[in-house]
């Protein structure tokens, strides 16, 4: 229904479609910006053009970055012999809360999926086989969700590794299946890493 007229309405009607969001939070979103200053309106506009046109995947492991190698590939003190394979750039940045980890990440964008038609070849999966040519690699953290999807995907990354020689382990399960890495809270993803068992 058109309550506010068009404008106030597709502004509503954007909000209500980022994940999570309703129509009664999306309202809310949008009532806030239109009530704000017209500076912070801009800003939050700009913000947003601004990370959807200048963010770039680093060319190491596909995290989101301002430059072609992000900041953690760029660092010289991570440990090059592990790279912790995660789902998304949210789940990295999980475990980097820990300040527990100290090797590298590999994000494969998504998990095998056959029911919302994700393949092997949608992941960064050929893309981490390509980093493996590096000698100093000796383990292969599987860090993906603890549900169907993630487990699915451990399994055939844990296939694809056993020829190659490389230790491929798998975050211990403190994680609560079925649920989201961003969403857990750091002493358990601690626990999980540190509790991690070889495929």
């Given at each position: 229904?058109?309550?506010?007229?068009?404008?106030?309405?597709?502004?509503?009607?954007?909000?209500?479609?980022?994940?999570?969001?309703?129509?009664?939070?999306?309202?809310?979103?949008?009532?806030?910006?239109?009530?704000?200053?017209?500076?912070?309106?801009?800003?939050?506009?700009?913000?947003?053009?601004?990370?959807?046109?200048?963010?770039?995947?680093?060319?190491?492991?596909?995290?989101?970055?301002?430059?072609?190698?992000?900041?953690?590939?760029?660092?010289?003190?991570?440990?090059?012999?592990?790279?912790?394979?995660?789902?998304?750039?949210?789940?990295?940045?999980?475990?980097?809360?820990?300040?527990?980890?100290?090797?590298?990440?590999?994000?494969?964008?998504?998990?095998?999926?056959?029911?919302?038609?994700?393949?092997?070849?949608?992941?960064?999966?050929?893309?981490?086989?390509?980093?493996?040519?590096?000698?100093?690699?000796?383990?292969?953290?599987?860090?993906?969700?603890?549900?169907?999807?993630?487990?699915?995907?451990?399994?055939?990354?844990?296939?694809?590794?056993?020829?190659?020689?490389?230790?491929?382990?798998?975050?211990?399960?403190?994680?609560p299946v079925g649920g989201d890495l961003e969403h857990v809270d750091s002493v358990t993803l601690l626990r999980a890493l540190q509790g991690r068992r070889e495929m």
């Amino acid at each position: 229904m058109n309550h506010y007229g068009k404008h106030v309405n597709r502004l509503i009607e954007e909000f209500a479609r980022l994940p999570g969001v309703g129509a009664k939070s999306a309202s809310r979103m949008a009532f806030y910006v239109l009530n704000s200053p017209p500076e912070r309106a801009e800003a939050l506009a700009a913000a947003i053009l601004t990370a959807k046109r200048e963010s770039k995947y680093c060319k190491h492991c596909y995290s989101l970055s301002d430059d072609d190698t992000c900041h953690i590939c760029a660092n010289s003190r991570r440990d090059g012999t592990t790279i912790m394979v995660v789902e998304s750039p949210q789940d990295m940045a999980a475990y980097e809360k820990t300040k527990e980890y100290s090797g590298l990440y590999h994000i494969l964008h998504g998990a095998i999926s056959p029911m919302d038609g994700v393949a092997p070849s949608d992941l960064r999966i050929k893309e981490l086989l390509e980093r493996l040519s590096d000698e100093r690699i000796t383990e292969i953290i599987l860090a993906t969700n603890p549900n169907i999807e993630g487990e699915a995907t451990a399994m055939y990354l844990a296939k694809l590794l056993k020829p190659l020689g490389i230790k491929a382990t798998r975050i211990a399960h403190g994680v609560p299946v079925g649920g989201d890495l961003e969403h857990v809270d750091s002493v358990t993803l601690l626990r999980a890493l540190q509790g991690r068992r070889e495929m």
